[in-house]
């Protein structure tokens, strides 16, 4: 549903984005994760069509953004950063304009409004001023314009962003809810809302694809390079040498805590790894703890981010 | 069509919405009506003449208050990004906001009708030039409005977009009197023929001259089409 081919983007002569390849196919929901700046909003708006790409190909829904640009975008919804409202039109009127430019028929416009109104829990507010609205209402008006006209790619920037956790639980489920039949990228800042929804994981940074695979699939890529933290009360540069003489151990990182050493050690991927570390450590100083680090979510993050 | 009719009826219920365009119909349809009730006891004449001539400067000072929102609000108001992502042409938006200010134009016309009515009670007036006159007006209003819509799309602020509009309505109005100061022959005529009050001057004398209806539609036409091809250019 979503190519992106060798993609780039320039603002004159700095690149903003560097060749930048994946695909979202239909029923797939893909998490787009990076820190600000990193480059999410420029490929959601040359998704979108909002601005083109510099080199490389987008197309969506078969149809190339660069010369069919007003044919894709039909099928497209798209929830901006801030949410694109007038704000002196009362919801009705907005979505409504919506609907019509989106080319629904008339006939189908009334139902189509009731089906968004609905699925995004619009009723109380459907007669009220945009600008008179909460930032959580204001956001789910913007996503319900981006699901009007049933459009078969949905492209939402940061749509939790100013929820509060019910409007948050209530904005996963409509999303997930889309995610079954539709193609639906969006970006978040919120790590354990990808694990929540996404079948997919794509990492940015300074305009790269770090990775792109599924939450377990990146946890699995990283625990090639496993982490052991344990804390000791010993001399620093006897420890240092004890554990990087222990079969398995790459590098080891130390800290002092007090009269405690924070270490930690990078790990080949293989059984008996600790237990080694364990053998080596007890008899000759206070080993106070030693654990193998799962890599959550975050520290996959952080991990892809601070190496990209 | 549909999508230019969508951002066509949009554009009206903005401008309703806020209080600029009541403002600005009052203003000038109390400037109007002050220049009405002047020019009939100055002159004595049951004619419209004067009163168009004013009119005229008093449109090119409002109608950029009217234009000025017209892309600047989006910009502002970030809905230019959903815009230019519905399935909506780049002339369909330039089409249904001029469309909508036009709208505006010709409620402020309508609203002047209100002056022939005297004359009609207590004169005899020449109906066919008052009609004229009344076709250059809103033609004349047509050529500014797009003129303001294509600076309102050029720059972020409407205060911007609006003194700009009001600089370059007024350089084309007063631009014949730069003939003076031209010796050639092929400049002078040029300079009169851009001139925006010489076409004018024409339909309150009651001449409806192809010539100049086709100039004011030629300008209006090369200005939407500008304006079309920025905001193609902006993707």
Redesign the interface.
């Known amino acids: 549903m979503i190519t992106l081919e060798s993609v780039s983007k320039r603002y004159g002569s700095q690149t903003v984005i560097h060749d930048l390849s994946f695909s979202v196919e239909k029923g797939e929901i893909v998490g787009f994760l990076g820190p600000n700046g990193s480059g999410k909003t420029t490929t959601l708006?040359m998704i979108?069509?909002?601005?083109?790409a510099s080199a490389g190909r987008v197309s969506v829904a078969g149809y190339d953004m660069a010369t069919q640009?007003?044919?894709a975008?039909?099928h497209?919804g798209?929830l901006?950063e801030?949410p694109?409202?007038?704000?002196?039109?009362d919801v009705t009127?907005y979505l409504r304009?919506?609907a019509?430019?989106?080319?629904v028929a008339r006939s189908e416009v009334a139902s189509e409004f009731d089906r968004v109104v609905a699925a995004c829990r619009l009723e109380d507010v459907a007669r009220r001023e945009i600008y008179k609205l909460s930032k959580g209402y204001r956001q789910r008006v913007g996503l319900a314009?981006a699901l009007l006209g049933k459009p078969q790619v949905l492209l939402l920037d940061e749509p939790t962003i100013g929820l509060d956790p019910g409007q948050l639980h209530e904005a996963r489920d409509i999303i997930r809810s889309f995610g079954a039949e539709h193609a639906v990228l969006f970006s978040t800042h919120i790590l354990s809302e990808v694990t929540m929804i996404c079948k997919r994981v794509a990492i940015i940074n300074n305009g790269r694809l770090l990775a792109i695979d599924s939450p377990s699939g990146l946890q699995q890529a990283l625990e090639q390079t496993n982490r052991v933290s344990l804390q000791v009360t010993a001399p620093v540069d006897e420890l240092r040498q004890e554990l990087l003489s222990v079969d398995g151990v790459r590098s080891v990182e130390v800290e002092a805590d007090g009269d405690r050493l924070q270490v930690e050690c990078q790990i080949e991927p293989r059984d008996g790894v600790e237990a080694a570390i364990a053998r080596a450590v007890a008899p000759r100083w206070p080993l106070h703890s030693l654990g193998r680090q799962e890599p959550t979510l975050e520290n996959i993050f952080l991990q892809y981010v601070s190496e990209g | 069509m549909k999508g230019a009719l969508a951002v066509y009826q949009k554009e009206l219920r903005l401008y309703f919405r806020s209080p600029i365009a009541y403002f600005v119909m009052a203003i000038f349809l109390v400037g109007t009506g002050y220049f009405f009730t002047y020019s009939i006891f100055l002159t004595g004449n049951a004619r419209m003449t004067e009163t168009f001539q004013n009119m005229a400067i008093l449109l090119l000072l409002v109608l950029p208050v009217v234009s000025m929102r017209l892309f600047t609000s989006e910009y502002n108001g970030r809905t230019m990004e959903l815009l230019a992502t519905l399935p909506l042409r780049p002339w369909q938006i330039v089409l249904g906001k001029f469309a909508g200010a036009v709208t505006i134009l010709l409620l402020m016309t309508a609203g002047t009708l209100i002056d022939v009515v005297p004359l009609y009670l207590f004169g005899n007036p020449e109906g066919m030039t008052i009609l004229s006159g009344y076709i250059g007006f809103i033609l004349l209003g047509m050529t500014c409005l797009a003129i303001g819509q294509l600076f309102s799309a050029l720059t972020q602020n409407q205060i911007v977009a609006a003194l700009i509009t009001v600089a370059v309505l007024l350089a084309f109005w007063f631009i014949a009197n730069a003939q003076r100061f031209q010796t050639s022959y092929a400049w002078r005529n040029v300079l009169g023929y851009l001139s925006f009050s010489r076409h004018f001057e024409e339909f309150v004398q009651g001449l409806v001259r192809t010539e100049s209806v086709i100039f004011y539609l030629v300008v209006c036409a090369i200005v939407l089409v500008l304006n079309t091809s920025y905001l193609r250019w902006q993707r």
């Open positions: 708006r979108a069509g909002y601005t083109t640009n007003d044919t975008a039909s497209i798209y901006p801030h694109p409202l007038y704000d002196t039109l009127a304009f919506v019509k430019a989106k080319g314009q």
